[in-house]
């Protein structure tokens, strides 16, 4: 009997570590809210209440396939310059994995906390109220969403399938670039338009479609990544956290398939907003989340099913050097900040001194590729105009190529190197920390990791 009884707990054994095994694929999913409490500040404006839903840090951990790779989504404005080193390093420490194989986004909401301990310290030691950049919430943030992550490996899936699906979103995204006919940037078609002539003007170049990657353990959906280029306001400066109608649509579609976790990357969508069809009506922040969920769904049922193995995923990374802006002035930062000038502070000036001196001290960052299958997910940093989104989709036909931006926002928005001389909010002085060299070395990473 005692014999019988080794037997079977040595082939229970032999189970588990087959089911286990190192090279068997598995996705671990994690949720953290990360809603600032009333009376910290935002991005814009001091929280003075709360909404229905909050914001979201939603990821997954893939593990199988070498060290664990984590993809995590914020609704925040943006994680910049050493918060998103420590982003990296505290979620990798979680996932007993490498930075480098870390992503943290943001979807760039407006009602949401901006993230920059670099600034917030510059601000400090100068003695100036950090303001927004003030960093109590965003680091206990932090730890509950490691801890998260964490907690989450114990309850990996396998994963036995890929799913891959795209559809068009019909009436969300333009651009924001009007142009006139000297091919220069006569207007800017903000995210809530009221002007009635610039609604009329044509949607302009956008990426239409919405790509969904899923991770299915055989016929069960486990997680669904989706992939859409806009700038995510319909309104803001409400002094109340929320998601926007990027985070109404996943809302609605986590409704629609509850089994699996729904995470949403903002693409290239640096120059792209939902200015043609939102004239600042609060009720269109509804209207434009249906017609994204809308996209979401149709590409949901689009999804082609494929095994994958561990032997199918793989994990490539190209550090850049971006130059900064020649624009950035340190010295008429640093008097604005030493005369405690306003607009140092609203606009960000902090931030623009740690960026510039990151860069002096030869910051690198990380573009990366996520191979699954036929799919290839690439993440980059900052504001991203949709030309590299296209021109991404463009190298690789062949292949499902998704985009997530908005990666470390250190450099803001990054256009392409024509749009440097065609005008335009997003490539003023004020709005990029980079200039038309950004171009050709983004480009190259690009190219370099979608080669086979």
């Given at each position: 009997?005692?014999?019988?009884?080794?037997?079977?707990?040595?082939?229970?054994?032999?189970?588990?570590?087959?089911?286990?095994?190192?090279?068997?694929?598995?996705?671990?999913?994690?949720?953290?809210?990360?809603?600032?409490?009333?009376?910290?500040?935002?991005?814009?404006?001091?929280?003075?209440?709360?909404?229905?839903?909050?914001?979201?840090?939603?990821?997954?951990?893939?593990?199988?396939?070498?060290?664990?790779?984590?993809?995590?989504?914020?609704?925040w404005i943006g994680i910049a310059n050493e918060s998103h080193d420590l982003f990296r390093a505290a979620l990798a420490t979680a996932a007993d994995t490498v930075p480098a194989r870390v992503t943290v986004h943001t979807l760039h909401q407006h009602d949401a906390p901006d993230c920059d301990f670099g600034a917030e310290k510059i601000l400090k030691d100068a003695g100036i109220d950090p303001l927004n950049f003030e960093g109590t919430f965003q680091r206990e943030a932090l730890r509950r969403l490691a801890a998260a992550v964490h907690e989450s490996l114990a309850h990996a899936e396998p994963v036995t399938h890929l799913g891959l699906g795209a559809a068009p979103v019909y009436q969300v995204a333009s651009n924001r670039r009007i142009f006139g006919p000297d091919g220069k940037v006569r207007a800017v078609r903000y995210t809530a338009t009221p002007d009635a002539a610039l609604r009329a003007e044509p949607e302009g170049t956008i990426d239409p479609e919405v790509s969904l990657v899923s991770f299915w353990n055989t016929n069960h959906p486990v997680a669904v990544l989706s992939y859409y280029a806009t700038h995510p306001q319909s309104?803001?400066?409400?002094?109340?956290?929320?998601?926007?109608?990027?985070?109404?649509?996943?809302?609605?579609?986590?409704?629609?398939?509850?089994?699996?976790?729904?995470?949403?990357?903002?693409?290239?969508?640096?120059?792209?907003?939902?200015?043609?069809?939102?004239?600042?009506?609060?009720?269109?922040?509804?209207?434009l989340a249906q017609r994204l969920a809308d996209g979401m769904k149709r590409a949901w049922d689009n999804t082609k099913r494929e095994p994958i193995t561990a032997a199918d995923v793989a994990w490539r990374i190209e550090s850049v050097t971006l130059t900064p802006s020649k624009h950035i002035d340190v010295a008429q930062l640093e008097a604005e900040m030493k005369a405690r000038s306003g607009a140092f502070v609203t606009q960000s000036g902090a931030s623009r001194i740690e960026w510039l001196r990151l860069c002096?001290?030869?910051?690198?960052?990380?573009?990366?590729?996520?191979?699954?299958?036929?799919?290839?997910?690439?993440?980059?940093?900052?504001?991203?105009?949709?030309?590299?989104?296209?021109?991404?989709?463009?190298?690789?036909?062949?292949?499902?190529?998704?985009?997530?931006?908005?990666?470390?926002?250190?450099?803001?928005?990054?256009?392409?190197?024509?749009?440097?001389?065609?005008?335009?909010?997003?490539?003023?002085?004020?709005?990029?920390?980079?200039?038309?060299?950004?171009?050709?070395?983004?480009?190259?990473?690009?190219?370099?990791?979608?080669?086979?």
């Open positions: 009997m005692l014999r019988r009884h080794v037997a079977l707990a040595f082939a229970a054994f032999l189970f588990v570590v087959g089911f286990a095994r190192a090279d068997s694929l598995r996705v671990a999913t994690f949720d953290v809210d990360v809603t600032p409490p009333v009376g910290s500040r935002m991005a814009y404006d001091t929280v003075t209440n709360t909404w229905d839903l909050g914001l979201r840090a939603r990821g997954i951990v893939l593990l199988g396939a070498g060290q664990p790779i984590v993809l995590c989504a914020v609704d309104y803001y400066r409400t002094g109340i956290p929320n998601p926007d109608f990027p985070g109404l649509a996943r809302f609605l579609r986590q409704l629609a398939v509850p089994e699996a976790l729904h995470v949403h990357f903002n693409g290239a969508g640096g120059n792209i907003g939902a200015g043609k069809y939102n004239d600042g009506s609060p009720t269109n922040r509804l209207v002096q001290a030869g910051r690198k960052l990380d573009v990366t590729c996520l191979t699954l299958g036929r799919a290839r997910i690439l993440h980059l940093p900052g504001e991203l105009f949709v030309e590299y989104q296209l021109a991404a989709k463009a190298e690789r036909p062949d292949r499902f190529v998704a985009m997530a931006a908005y990666g470390d926002y250190g450099p803001w928005y990054i256009g392409t190197a024509r749009a440097y001389t065609e005008g335009g909010y997003e490539t003023e002085p004020r709005s990029s920390n980079v200039g038309p060299e950004a171009e050709p070395v983004l480009m190259g990473a690009i190219k370099k990791l979608l080669k086979e």
